[in-house]
Nanobody
């Protein structure tokens, strides 16, 4: 089992920045990809960004391109999401997720097997 713990959320003004972190433990040797997804009331978890743990290839939602950067630190078993130029529409609970095997579509919630507890990001106008 993979255990994920997110941190770094908080309150920030529009135009500001935050960096989220996700520390993974447990069966990390079988992990092939990790991602950030976010959730607002009444909606499912929306894809934000993903990165392969095999080749470091990354992908972003259109809303995140040019503003967010996903990265990893293999030695620390840690995933990061650097968020710049935040706006109120980015307000959500952000979740770290891990996939234990190759998936057809990394953008869908069902592709991931393990989830953290989430960290709240609130952007004021």
């Amino acid at each position: 089992q993979v255990l994920l713990v997110e941190s770094g959320g908080g309150l920030v003004q529009a135009g500001g920045s935050l960096q989220l972190s996700c520390v993974a433990s447990g069966g990390t040797n079988s992990r092939v990809g990790m991602a950030w997804l976010r959730q607002t009331p009444g909606k499912g978890r929306e894809f934000v960004a993903a990165i392969s743990w095999i080749n470091s290839n990354s992908a972003y939602a259109d809303s995140a391109k040019g503003r967010f950067t996903i990265s990893r630190d293999n030695a620390k078993n840690t995933l990061y999401l650097q968020m710049d130029s935040l706006n109120p529409e980015d307000t959500a609970v952000y979740y770290c997720a891990a996939a234990s095997g190759v998936r057809t579509d990394y953008k869908v919630e069902s592709s991931y097997d393990y989830w953290g507890q989430g960290t709240q990001v609130t952007v004021s106008s």
